[in-house]
């Protein structure tokens, strides 16, 4: 499979003249790609060791205002730099774009060098590196669900979202014929992701109209989280390239079904699946029953970092595979929870609470941090749930708002345990501030009903 470019292949396709531009992107608090496009005769000379950005790239929201109220950054403080630097081990090829590379940063601070503990990247390679001194890599999956529209983004924001049309006009869920008419995005998708090195399995219709759904082969933690954010990127622009418009927003319609990003885990131990244990019950080992435990009793204290924003929990309804419940069960899509490969060396465990809007790096982050407290403490994992878990009302529920979930993080011990005072106050103030934001909005639904009526 071609794979990542190394420093000195970039060099040579740099001189030979078959790479111009060189994409210098780090991953904000969104999970965006964000940077500068850099000739590449620059970046090969200098600016490999690293370039700037202003601080409130990570102290921001999608519309990139300036909020109040961020310890780390403000116009008090005068809005400084970041320093991104390259890590040279993810250069890419972007086969979509004309003569481009890629090449992903860490953040850095601009003064000590030192990683900006509220990066996404930061974040996760700090739970990774918490989790190898216990003894364990962490391999991780991200399914990428979103939906297609048959007209650009371009003309759907001129129409003030009004023009809405799905690519294609029914439920699509494994269908070869729906999904044959969408080639002419999706090949394209497929070939370009894998030829930039990026393990892709597949693409299929899921279960609404317009609906589709991107697996990549499971990787390392921090791979997986880097080739989400590439993936969805591109996604977006090879869609765009083609003249239609691919939504990450969890839920479009109330009438349709939303859109979700699943999150597979498993724990290997000196290149052995450490989930794995055929002698016990489910093929699931100490280890995996102490992880998901952590996993499903911490799920409330993290939820925000699997739905961030007002829409997000639009998603969680009853009957739409959108799990609204802190239970586990054995392949069953009902339970947040899922226990996959049962009595197989595949043996997992599927987080299916997070919507299509998360950030790979950040729900990795807390999911991992959970995990390994569950190991800690040693935790005791409940029985499987069975049956229809939205009717169960003995199963606790996850929170329901983004206002509960704000609350949840803002209170939880564990996380302030792990993932540090600072950390956990930046976030929950991003959390606030996009509460803030809806809040103040007067919305079309209360014209509507309200207007003449009330
Ligand atoms: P489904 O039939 O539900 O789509 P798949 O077998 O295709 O399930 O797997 C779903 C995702 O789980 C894929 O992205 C796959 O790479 C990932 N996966 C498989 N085995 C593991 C594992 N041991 N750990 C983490 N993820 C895994």
């Given at each position: 499979m071609p794979g990542t470019l190394t420093f000195e292949a970039l060099k040579a396709a740099v001189q030979d003249g078959s790479i111009d531009t060189v994409l210098v992107c780090f991953v904000d608090m969104q999970g965006r790609l964000m940077g500068k496009r850099f000739h590449g005769v620059n970046f090969v000379e200098t600016s490999y060791r690293e370039t700037h950005c202003c601080n409130y790239l990570l102290a921001t929201d999608l519309e990139m205002a300036t909020p109040h109220g961020y310890a780390s950054t403000s116009w008090e403080t005068g809005y400084g730099d970041y320093v991104m630097q390259p890590d040279l081990s993810t250069i890419r090829p972007v086969?979509?774009?004309?003569?481009t590379a890629m090449v992903l940063c860490d953040v850095l601070d601009h003064h000590t060098h030192e990683p900006v503990p509220h990066s996404p990247r930061a974040m996760l390679k700090k739970q990774i590196a918490r989790l190898e001194a216990l003894g364990f890599d962490a391999m991780m999956a991200t399914e990428l669900e979103f939906f297609l529209f048959e007209k650009s983004l371009d003309d759907i924001r001129k129409s003030g979202f009004s023009s809405l049309e799905p690519f294609s006009g029914y439920n699509e869920d494994y269908h070869i014929f729906q999904t044959t008419k969408e080639e002419g995005v999706m090949r394209p998708i497929r070939n370009h992701l894998f030829a930039a090195g990026l393990p892709i399995e597949n693409t299929k219709g899921e279960a609404e109209a317009g609906q589709a759904e991107l697996n990549i082969r499971y990787s390392p933690a921090l791979d997986c989280a880097d080739h989400h954010s590439i993936a969805k990127h591109a996604i977006k622009e090879i869609a765009w390239q083609n003249g239609r418009a691919a939504s990450f927003l969890p839920k479009w319609h109330h009438t349709r079904v939303g859109s979700s990003s699943h999150v597979h885990q498993s724990l290997w131990q000196q290149g052995e699946p450490a989930f794995f244990d055929p002698e016990r019950k489910y093929g699931m080992s100490e280890v995996m029953e102490h992880y998901m435990a952590g996993l499903i009793a911490y799920s409330s204290d993290y939820t925000y970092f699997l739905a961030p924003y007002i829409n997000s929990y639009k998603r969680f309804a009853k009957g739409t595979f959108a799990p609204t419940k802190a239970v586990w069960s054995v392949d069953n899509r009902t339970a947040g929870f899922r226990l996959c490969g049962e009595g197989t060396k595949g043996v997992r465990v599927e987080c299916r609470i997070g919507g299509s809007d998360l950030n790979p790096y950040l729900a990795q982050t807390v999911m991992l941090a959970a995990g390994i407290k569950g190991l800690e403490d040693k935790m005791t994992l409940a029985a499987a749930t069975t049956g229809d878990v939205y009717e169960d009302a003995k199963a606790s529920d996850i929170p329901q708002t983004l206002r509960s979930a704000t609350e949840s993080l803002r209170n939880s011990g564990f996380l302030r345990e792990c993932l540090g005072d600072d950390v956990v106050n930046h976030y929950t103030r991003a959390a606030e501030w996009e509460q803030e934001e809806f809040d103040r909005v007067v919305t079309d639904w209360e014209i509507a009903r309200g207007f003449e009526r009330a």
């Amino acid at each position: 499979m071609p794979g990542t470019l190394t420093f000195e292949a970039l060099k040579a396709a740099v001189q030979d003249g078959s790479i111009d531009t060189v994409l210098v992107c780090f991953v904000d608090m969104q999970g965006r790609l964000m940077g500068k496009r850099f000739h590449g005769v620059n970046f090969v000379e200098t600016s490999y060791r690293e370039t700037h950005c202003c601080n409130y790239l990570l102290a921001t929201d999608l519309e990139m205002a300036t909020p109040h109220g961020y310890a780390s950054t403000s116009w008090e403080t005068g809005y400084g730099d970041y320093v991104m630097q390259p890590d040279l081990s993810t250069i890419r090829p972007v086969p979509w774009l004309e003569s481009t590379a890629m090449v992903l940063c860490d953040v850095l601070d601009h003064h000590t060098h030192e990683p900006v503990p509220h990066s996404p990247r930061a974040m996760l390679k700090k739970q990774i590196a918490r989790l190898e001194a216990l003894g364990f890599d962490a391999m991780m999956a991200t399914e990428l669900e979103f939906f297609l529209f048959e007209k650009s983004l371009d003309d759907i924001r001129k129409s003030g979202f009004s023009s809405l049309e799905p690519f294609s006009g029914y439920n699509e869920d494994y269908h070869i014929f729906q999904t044959t008419k969408e080639e002419g995005v999706m090949r394209p998708i497929r070939n370009h992701l894998f030829a930039a090195g990026l393990p892709i399995e597949n693409t299929k219709g899921e279960a609404e109209a317009g609906q589709a759904e991107l697996n990549i082969r499971y990787s390392p933690a921090l791979d997986c989280a880097d080739h989400h954010s590439i993936a969805k990127h591109a996604i977006k622009e090879i869609a765009w390239q083609n003249g239609r418009a691919a939504s990450f927003l969890p839920k479009w319609h109330h009438t349709r079904v939303g859109s979700s990003s699943h999150v597979h885990q498993s724990l290997w131990q000196q290149g052995e699946p450490a989930f794995f244990d055929p002698e016990r019950k489910y093929g699931m080992s100490e280890v995996m029953e102490h992880y998901m435990a952590g996993l499903i009793a911490y799920s409330s204290d993290y939820t925000y970092f699997l739905a961030p924003y007002i829409n997000s929990y639009k998603r969680f309804a009853k009957g739409t595979f959108a799990p609204t419940k802190a239970v586990w069960s054995v392949d069953n899509r009902t339970a947040g929870f899922r226990l996959c490969g049962e009595g197989t060396k595949g043996v997992r465990v599927e987080c299916r609470i997070g919507g299509s809007d998360l950030n790979p790096y950040l729900a990795q982050t807390v999911m991992l941090a959970a995990g390994i407290k569950g190991l800690e403490d040693k935790m005791t994992l409940a029985a499987a749930t069975t049956g229809d878990v939205y009717e169960d009302a003995k199963a606790s529920d996850i929170p329901q708002t983004l206002r509960s979930a704000t609350e949840s993080l803002r209170n939880s011990g564990f996380l302030r345990e792990c993932l540090g005072d600072d950390v956990v106050n930046h976030y929950t103030r991003a959390a606030e501030w996009e509460q803030e934001e809806f809040d103040r909005v007067v919305t079309d639904w209360e014209i509507a009903r309200g207007f003449e009526r009330a």
